[in-house]
């Protein structure tokens, strides 16, 4: 596998499909020299197998990072950059997210305000903040064309979010999460279109129904295949798949 990026951020990345990317990413033949860790409370019981990892590899910075909270999001920049020491961000993984089994009956306001401010403002924020700093990966990286290696934002999504397909994953209502899903993949094209022009490819992928604590055991897809997939698709994006919605094996799927 050719190498993905110098350097890579990771959102949620203290359990599930988060902890099995930082994983994979320490473990490639050509590993990026720098993988941003980041999770809600490193130091805690939940942080604890992240920052086990992090002990055994270098390469691996774990971060203080809350997504809603925007005060903590700019403190991580400045973590970031004292890492980077005035070398720029390559790669940015927005996959910290939140579940919701809420119905049209039983749903809340607050609920569904909450699963949108992790799902959907908290990517924004980050973005956000880190921005200028994949605009400085795409000016300095000496590579034609859009990809991985150059500047690139990518939003795991959910296959729930598809309008059109949305019911074939499963049957539960979970209607803030299936909102917030389109949301983000509708956010995610905005994106694309917006910064097509600074080189930065934008791309939101489905991970599939994978076993985790929030896909359940019921899943058919383990977190490793589900992740080896990932890494390998995020290898070979290119300019044509920036504002696309990819599953993990690559193929597109509808909105």
């Not at 270098?58 to 971060?63: A, E, L």
């Not at 903040?129 to 859009?146: C, D, I, S, Y």
Request: glycine share 8%.
């Amino acid at each position: 596998m050719a190498p993905l990026a110098h350097s890579v951020l990771l959102t949620g990345s203290n359990r599930g499909i988060g902890l099995e990317m930082v994983k994979q990413l320490v473990e490639m033949t050509d590993p990026p020299e720098h993988i941003f860790a980041t999770c809600r409370n490193p130091a805690g019981p939940q942080g604890k197998a992240l920052r086990d990892l992090a002990d055994k590899h270098s390469r691996i910075h774990v971060i203080q990072l809350e997504v809603e909270d925007q005060s903590s999001v700019k403190a991580s920049v400045a973590v970031v950059e004292s890492h980077l020491n005035g070398k720029s961000l390559n790669l940015l993984i927005n996959n910290a997210g939140v579940n919701s089994l809420a119905s049209l009956e039983t749903v809340q306001p607050e609920e569904m305000l909450s699963v949108f401010n992790t799902n959907v403002v908290g990517p924004i924020l980050v973005v956000q903040e880190f921005l200028p700093l994949l605009k400085k990966a795409a000016r300095e990286t000496a590579t034609e064309g859009m990809s991985c290696r150059k500047a690139a934002i990518i939003n795991i999504t959910s296959k729930l979010g598809s309008i059109e397909r949305g019911f074939e994953v499963m049957m539960d209502p979970m209607l803030p999460y299936r909102a917030s899903k389109a949301a983000l993949n509708m956010m995610t094209v905005c994106m694309a279109w917006e910064l097509k022009g600074d080189g930065i490819l934008c791309t939101m992928i489905h991970p599939g129904w994978v076993k985790t604590d929030m896909g359940t055991e019921k899943a058919p897809l383990s977190v490793e295949c589900s992740v080896r997939g990932i890494l390998q698709v995020l290898t070979n994006l290119s300019s044509s798949e920036t504002g696309a919605f990819l599953d993990w094996e690559g193929r597109r799927l509808p909105w």
